[in-house]
């Protein structure tokens, strides 16, 4: 069964300071993974994925993720954080293959940003 | 493009009640996913449907639940009976295509309360 492991709950970084938030799943085969971003009351945005090839992807807002099979892990990046960067982030994997194509959430990881 | 829509946004019920949720999906998307979030936890997989099908269940969706899409446009998530432990957000995503799990776009969320 595929499952994410978010071991954070929470962080705080300073508004300008470099953020990683850490994401490591649990899949039979090569996954598709996904970060998504939550904020308050809303839905889901998709923030950035990794369906095959370069394994350093990039997003909206400035984000990055780099997978890496060794480590099983699929963790998020952004050189620079701004206030407007707080929220809930959520990493999923999915199938690559066949009909079954739902997402496997991890718990979250809330990002509070200081000024 | 006017994205995925749910309507209600909320929804206050008394135990013991019927509910029924609407999502539209992204008009060229053949895939549509419900799912449901806790508080402080990540989205769980319910259902999905390709085009009018119903291809998967979770075993979260007790026989109160059910789930349609009748011409695979919109689709509509029905709780008979509801219970306390069925407050929650439930979330509609849509995605195109037919291998696996692609970039699911989500709705802003119907959030449920059972009184």
């Known amino acids: 069964a595929q499952s994410v492991t978010q071991p954070d709950i929470h962080i705080t970084v300073s508004e300008g300071a470099s953020l990683e938030l850490r994401c490591n799943y649990s899949y039979g085969a090569t996954p598709y993974l996904f970060w998504y971003v939550q904020s308050p009351g809303q839905g889901l945005q998709l923030l950035l994925k990794y369906f095959s090839g370069d394994t350093l992807v990039q997003g909206i807002k400035g984000f990055e993720a780099e997978f890496k099979r060794s480590q099983s892990s699929f963790n998020l990046r952004k050189p620079s954080v701004h206030w407007s960067d707080a929220a809930e982030y959520f990493c999923?994997?999915?199938?690559?293959?066949?009909?079954?194509?739902?997402?496997?959430f991890g718990t979250g990881t809330r990002l509070q940003v200081t000024l | 493009d006017t994205g995925v829509s749910q309507d209600p946004r909320h929804k206050i019920t008394k135990r013991g009640q019927n509910v029924t949720f609407r999502c539209d999906p992204i008009?060229?998307?053949?895939?549509l996913y419900w799912y449901r979030q806790t508080l402080g936890q990540g989205p769980e997989f319910l259902t999905y449907f390709q085009n009018e099908a119903q291809l998967e269940k979770s075993r979260l969706l007790s026989d109160r639940f059910s789930a349609e899409r009748p011409k695979g446009s919109f689709s509509t998530l029905e709780i008979q009976r509801t219970e306390q432990g069925d407050s929650a957000m439930y979330l509609c995503a849509s995605t195109s295509g037919g291998q696996g799990a692609g970039e699911q776009y989500f709705g802003p969320g119907t959030r449920l309360t059972v009184t």
């Open positions: 008009s060229e998307h053949n895939r």
């Open positions: 999923a994997v999915g199938s690559n293959t066949g009909t079954a194509s739902k997402l496997t």
